[in-house]
Nanobody, 123 residues
Framework: QVQLVESGGGLVQAGGSLRLSCAASGRIFSSYVMGWFRQAPGKEREFVAAVSWSGRSPGYADSVKGRFTISRDNVKNTVYLQMNSLKLEDTAVYYC????????????????WGQGTQVTVSS
């Protein structure tokens, strides 16, 4: 089993920055693809970003490309999401995810999910 615990969410003004962290425990973390999804009120859960075990060739949703950066520290068993130039539409609950399989933008491709952390962007 893999346990994922997110932190770093909060309230930020538009144009500001936040860094989310996800601490993983349990089975081997370094071999897993790690990622982030988000869900805004009344909307479906959507892919944000993911990164392979090596940290190279991360994938991003078009809506966050150039503003968000995903990274991981396999020594600390932690994955990060640096969010810059935040917009009102980035307001959502952000979920950390993990999979032993290949990177995908489908939520069904991730079998481990954290509890989520709220990010609220105000004007």
């Amino acid at each position: 089993q893999v346990q994922l615990v997110e932190s770093g969410g909060g309230l930020v003004q538009a144009g500001g920055s936040l860094r989310l962290s996800c601490a993983a425990s349990g089975r081997i973390f370094s071999s897993y693809v790690m990622g982030w999804f988000r869900q805004a009120p009344g909307k479906e859960r959507e892919f944000v970003a993911a990164v392979s075990w090596s940290g190279r060739s991360p994938g991003y949703a078009d809506s966050v490309k150039g503003r968000f950066t995903i990274s991981r520290d396999n020594v600390k068993n932690t994955v990060y999401l640096q969010m810059n130039s935040l917009k009102l539409e980035d307001t959502a609950v952000y979920y950390c995810v993990a999979t032993e399989a290949t990177m995908t933008m489908r939520s069904g491709g991730y079998n481990y999910w954290g509890q989520g952390t709220q990010v609220t962007v105000s004007s």
